[in-house]
C-alpha cells in the first residue's frame, strides 16, 4: 500500500470509530422485543418492539428494527408474544385509604353478618382492653341470610357489643360512606338518643328512636373523631412508621396490578407535604396524581402553594380539588329526584351546601385548579354540572379546564348529553356497576336503572370522554377485575348488567390509559406509548384485546415498568 494512502485509512478508521462510540452513546438501555404492545397513539396503534433511553420511550417498531439499535449495554426482554401496553392508569382511587385497608380487617370476605362478628370478636380476643377494632369492606344488600332483626338492611350492635365489651369497634362500610360502631364506641362519643342529625348526615334509628350503631355520611364524624383522638395518644416514631408502611402497601398492591399513575382523590396539605418526603427518599416508584382535599377558608390561604407540576421527576403532581356533593348508593345516600324505590320518601343526602360548592368552583378557576367533584344521584349530577355550566359562562376567557364528574352513576337523558356539551368528563368506574347490580334495580327500579344507572355507551356515544378507575379501597384496586367488568358488565352469578352499555375492548383501554392521562393534564406524557414520552408499560399473560371473556378474567400482569424501571416481576 502506497504510503501516501495511510493517513486517508488512518482518519477513516477514526470515523468510523467514533461514530462506534457516538452510537453506543445513543444505544437504549432496555429493549422490548418479539411483543403484541397496543400503543395507545392512533399513528401507530401496534408495534413488535419498543427501546427506552433512560426514563423515555427512544423508538418503536419492528424486531429488526429496534434490533439494530441494540448496544452492549442494553438489557433485552424478550417478550415472546406476551401482551404489552401503556401502564394502567387508575383514575379514582384512594392511595393512603388503600395501604390503610391493608392493616384492617377485610370484612368484604364476610357473606353475612355472623361472620363479621366472629372476625371482630377472634380481633378482640387478641387486642388490649381499650384497643380500637378497625374493619372495612362490609355491604349490607350482599349478606346471605339478611340479619333476622334488621333497619333498612341493618342489624343493630347489640349482639357485636356483646362480642365486644372491652373495645370500640369502627367498622366501614364497602362504599366509604357508612361506618357500623359499638356500644363501647358510641359511649366515647357520648351518642344517645338525644342527639339529633348532623347537617349532611344521619344516624339510623329504629322505630322507638333507639340508635341502631349505623353512622351515615356527616355522622360517621362522631365516631371518627374519638378514634383520631385515640391515634393521637402515638409517639412520633410510631405515626412515621405506620405511614411508611402505609405507603408500602399502597404501592405494592398498585404495582401488582401494572398501574403506572395513580390519581388520588383527595388529600389534605400535609398529605401532600408526606407524599413529597417519600419522593424525595426514592421510596415512591408510581405517579402520584393528587386532588386537594381541604376547606374553602383553607384554599383560599394556600392553595397558591400547592400547585405542583412534575414534582420528584414527574412523580407527584396536584392541581385539583375534590368536593362530595352528595353520598352513596348502598346508603341510599346518592341524592335523587325521586324517592328510593325501597325507601319511600326519601331521596338520599347533599352533604354539602350548594353555596359551598360554588365557592369551590370560583376557588377552582380563578386558580388554574381542576374540579372533581363526586356525584353518584341523579339529582347530585344535575345540580353539580348546573354549577359548572355557571361558572364556565361566567369564565369565558377560560379554556382546556378539563372539569370532572366523580362517579357519574345515574343520570337522566337530559344530563347525560350535558357532559360532552360542557366538555366535562366523566370520571368512572367499571368495576362499580357489577358490584352494585345486586341492588341497583331494588334502589332505582328496573326502568329508571335501565335508562340512566352506570350509562357507559350513552356517555360515549355523546362524545363524552370517560375515564377509568377502581375507587380503592372501596373496590379492590384489581386492574383485570375492573377491566372485565367494564367489557363484559358480568356479575358473579353469569348474568349481565344492562350489557348495552359495555365498552368495546380498546374503548376500556383507551378509558384506562390515554383518557386517564387527559384527565390529568398529563397526555402530552403519559397515557401512551410515544418517542419522547415517559416509559410506563404493563406487560400482561394475554392479549387483553383478543382473550375470550372467559379467560380474560384470569389474565395477570407479568412486569410494570415505570420510567424504564422494572419495578414489578411476577414469580
Same mark, same amino acid.
Given at each position: 500500500?502506497?504510503k501516501?494512502?495511510?493517513?486517508?485509512?488512518?482518519?477513516?478508521?477514526?470515523f468510523?470509530?467514533?461514530?462506534?462510540?457516538?452510537?453506543?452513546?445513543?444505544?437504549?438501555?432496555?429493549?422490548?422485543?418479539?411483543?403484541?404492545?397496543?400503543?395507545?397513539?392512533?399513528?401507530?396503534?401496534?408495534?413488535?418492539?419498543?427501546?427506552?433511553?433512560?426514563?423515555?420511550?427512544?423508538?418503536?417498531?419492528?424486531?429488526?428494527?429496534?434490533k439494530?439499535?441494540?448496544?452492549?449495554?442494553?438489557?433485552?426482554?424478550?417478550?415472546?408474544?406476551?401482551?404489552?401496553?401503556?401502564?394502567f392508569f387508575?383514575?379514582?382511587?384512594?392511595?393512603?385509604?388503600?395501604?390503610?385497608?391493608?392493616?384492617?380487617?377485610?370484612?368484604?370476605?364476610?357473606?353475612?353478618?355472623?361472620?363479621?362478628?366472629?372476625?371482630?370478636?377472634?380481633?378482640?380476643?387478641?387486642?388490649?382492653?381499650?384497643?380500637?377494632?378497625?374493619?372495612?369492606?362490609w355491604?349490607?344488600?350482599?349478606?346471605?341470610?339478611?340479619?333476622?332483626?334488621?333497619?333498612?338492611?341493618?342489624?343493630t350492635?347489640?349482639?357485636?357489643?356483646?362480642?365486644?365489651?372491652?373495645?370500640?369497634?369502627?367498622?366501614?362500610?364497602?362504599?366509604?360512606?357508612?361506618?357500623?360502631a359499638?356500644?363501647?364506641?358510641?359511649?366515647?362519643?357520648?351518642?344517645?338518643?338525644?342527639?339529633?342529625n348532623?347537617?349532611?348526615?344521619?344516624?339510623?334509628?329504629?322505630t322507638?328512636?333507639?340508635?341502631?350503631?349505623?353512622?351515615?355520611?356527616?355522622?360517621?364524624?362522631?365516631?371518627?373523631?374519638?378514634?383520631n383522638?385515640?391515634?393521637?395518644?402515638?409517639?412520633?416514631?410510631?405515626?412515621?412508621?405506620h405511614?411508611?408502611?402505609?405507603?408500602?402497601?399502597?404501592v405494592?398492591?398498585c404495582?401488582?396490578?401494572?398501574?403506572?399513575?395513580?390519581?388520588?382523590?383527595?388529600?389534605?396539605?400535609?398529605?401532600?407535604?408526606?407524599?413529597?418526603?417519600?419522593?424525595?427518599?426514592?421510596?415512591?416508584?408510581?405517579?402520584?396524581?393528587?386532588?386537594?382535599?381541604?376547606?374553602?377558608?383553607?384554599?383560599?390561604?394556600?392553595?397558591? &402553594?400547592? +400547585?405542583?407540576?412534575?414534582?420528584?421527576?414527574? @412523580? *407527584? #403532581?396536584?392541581?385539583? =380539588?375534590? /368536593?362530595?356533593?352528595?353520598?352513596?348508593?348502598?346508603?341510599?345516600?346518592?341524592?335523587?329526584?325521586?324517592?328510593?324505590?325501597?325507601?319511600?320518601n326519601?331521596?338520599?343526602?347533599?352533604?354539602?351546601?350548594?353555596?359551598?360548592?360554588?365557592?369551590?368552583?370560583?376557588?377552582?378557576?380563578?386558580?388554574?385548579?381542576?374540579m372533581?367533584?363526586?356525584?353518584?344521584?341523579?339529582k347530585?349530577?344535575?345540580?353539580i354540572?348546573?354549577?359548572?355550566?355557571?361558572?364556565?359562562?361566567?369564565?369565558?376567557?377560560?379554556? &382546556?379546564? +378539563?372539569?370532572?364528574?366523580?362517579?357519574?352513576? @345515574? *343520570? #337522566?337523558?337530559?344530563? =347525560?348529553? /350535558?357532559?360532552?356539551?360542557?366538555?366535562?368528563?366523566?370520571?368512572?368506574?367499571?368495576?362499580?356497576?357489577?358490584?352494585?347490580?345486586?341492588?341497583?334495580?331494588?334502589?332505582?327500579?328496573?326502568?329508571?336503572?335501565?335508562?340512566?344507572?352506570?350509562v357507559?355507551?350513552k356517555?360515549?356515544?355523546?362524545?363524552?370522554?370517560?375515564?377509568?378507575?377502581?375507587?380503592?379501597?372501596?373496590?379492590?384496586?384489581?386492574?383485570?377485575?375492573?377491566?372485565?367488568?367494564?367489557?363484559?358488565?358480568?356479575?358473579?352469578?353469569?348474568?349481565?348488567?344492562?350489557?348495552?352499555?359495555?365498552?368495546?375492548?380498546?374503548?376500556?383501554?383507551?378509558?384506562?390509559?390515554?383518557?386517564?392521562?387527559?384527565?390529568?393534564?398529563?397526555?402530552?406524557?403519559?397515557?401512551?406509548?410515544?418517542?419522547?414520552k415517559?416509559?410506563?408499560?404493563?406487560?400482561?399473560?394475554e392479549?387483553?384485546?383478543t382473550?375470550?371473556?372467559?379467560?380474560?378474567?384470569?389474565?395477570?400482569?407479568?412486569?410494570?415498568?415505570?420510567?424504564g424501571?422494572?419495578?414489578?416481576?411476577?414469580?
Amino acid at each position: 500500500m502506497s504510503k501516501r494512502f495511510l493517513p486517508a485509512l488512518f482518519i477513516t478508521l477514526l470515523f468510523f470509530s467514533g461514530c462506534e462510540l457516538i452510537e453506543k452513546k445513543n444505544a437504549p438501555d432496555l429493549v422490548l422485543i418479539n411483543g403484541i404492545i397496543v400503543t395507545m397513539d392512533d399513528s401507530i396503534p401496534k408495534v413488535e418492539a419498543i427501546a427506552i433511553k433512560a426514563d423515555t420511550i427512544q423508538n418503536l417498531g419492528t424486531n429488526k428494527s429496534i434490533k439494530e439499535l441494540i448496544g452492549d449495554n442494553t438489557k433485552v426482554i424478550d417478550l415472546k408474544g406476551k401482551f404489552a401496553m401503556p401502564g394502567f392508569f387508575d383514575s379514582h382511587a384512594h392511595f393512603l385509604s388503600l395501604g390503610e385497608s391493608k392493616m384492617k380487617l377485610d370484612l368484604s370476605v364476610a357473606t353475612n353478618w355472623d361472620e363479621i362478628i366472629a372476625i371482630v370478636a377472634e380481633a378482640a380476643d387478641k387486642a388490649k382492653p381499650g384497643e380500637w377494632i378497625i374493619g372495612r369492606g362490609w355491604h349490607q344488600e350482599k349478606w346471605d341470610p339478611k340479619p333476622i332483626e334488621n333497619i333498612e338492611g341493618y342489624p343493630t350492635h347489640t349482639v357485636l357489643s356483646s362480642a365486644t365489651p372491652l373495645n370500640p369497634v369502627l367498622l366501614t362500610h364497602a362504599s366509604g360512606h357508612v361506618l357500623f360502631a359499638n356500644e363501647y364506641a358510641m359511649s366515647l362519643a357520648e351518642v344517645d338518643t338525644s342527639i339529633k342529625n348532623p347537617k349532611g348526615g344521619r344516624i339510623v334509628r329504629d322505630t322507638l328512636n333507639n340508635i341502631i350503631g349505623v353512622f351515615e355520611e356527616e355522622a360517621m364524624s362522631l365516631i371518627y373523631n374519638q378514634y383520631n383522638k385515640y391515634l393521637e395518644g402515638r409517639t412520633e416514631n410510631e405515626i412515621e412508621l405506620h405511614r411508611k408502611k402505609v405507603v408500602q402497601l399502597a404501592v405494592k398492591e398498585c404495582l401488582k396490578y401494572g398501574i403506572t399513575s395513580f390519581q388520588d382523590a383527595g388529600s389534605t396539605f400535609d398529605e401532600i407535604d408526606f407524599f413529597k418526603e417519600v419522593i424525595d427518599s426514592g421510596k415512591l416508584p408510581l405517579r402520584l396524581n393528587v386532588m386537594l382535599i381541604e376547606d374553602n377558608k383553607e384554599l383560599e390561604k394556600r392553595i397558591t &402553594d400547592y +400547585r405542583i407540576q412534575n414534582y420528584g421527576n414527574n @412523580h *407527584l #403532581t396536584v392541581r385539583a =380539588i375534590k /368536593r362530595y356533593i352528595d353520598g352513596a348508593l348502598g346508603s341510599h345516600g346518592a341524592w335523587m329526584f325521586s324517592s328510593y324505590s325501597d325507601l319511600p320518601n326519601y331521596k338520599g343526602l347533599n352533604v354539602t351546601p350548594l353555596s359551598t360548592l360554588r365557592k369551590t368552583a370560583k376557588i377552582a378557576i380563578d386558580n388554574g385548579f381542576q374540579m372533581c367533584t363526586h356525584a353518584i344521584g341523579d339529582k347530585a349530577n344535575r345540580e353539580i354540572l348546573n354549577i359548572y355550566e355557571k361558572t364556565f359562562k361566567q369564565n369565558p376567557e377560560k379554556n &382546556d379546564l +378539563r372539569w370532572r364528574v366523580e362517579h357519574a352513576q @345515574h *343520570l #337522566t337523558r337530559k344530563d =347525560i348529553t /350535558r357532559f360532552a356539551k360542557l366538555g366535562v368528563i366523566a370520571a368512572m368506574q367499571g368495576i362499580h356497576a357489577t358490584s352494585d347490580a345486586p341492588y341497583v334495580i331494588k334502589r332505582l327500579g328496573r326502568e329508571r336503572a335501565k335508562r340512566g344507572a352506570y350509562v357507559w355507551r350513552k356517555l360515549i356515544d355523546s362524545g363524552a370522554i370517560i375515564c377509568n378507575g377502581t375507587d380503592a379501597p372501596i373496590e379492590s384496586v384489581n386492574t383485570i377485575a375492573n377491566y372485565f367488568a367494564t367489557v363484559t358488565r358480568q356479575v358473579k352469578e353469569g348474568r349481565t348488567f344492562f350489557p348495552e352499555e359495555k365498552m368495546s375492548r380498546m374503548e376500556a383501554l383507551k378509558s384506562y390509559t390515554i383518557n386517564g392521562a387527559y384527565a390529568a393534564f398529563q397526555d402530552d406524557k403519559l397515557g401512551s406509548l410515544k418517542i419522547g414520552k415517559l416509559a410506563d408499560i404493563a406487560i400482561l399473560s394475554e392479549d387483553l384485546t383478543t382473550v375470550s371473556d372467559y379467560k380474560l378474567q384470569f389474565v395477570k400482569v407479568e412486569k410494570t415498568i415505570v420510567g424504564g424501571k422494572i419495578v414489578f416481576e411476577r414469580n
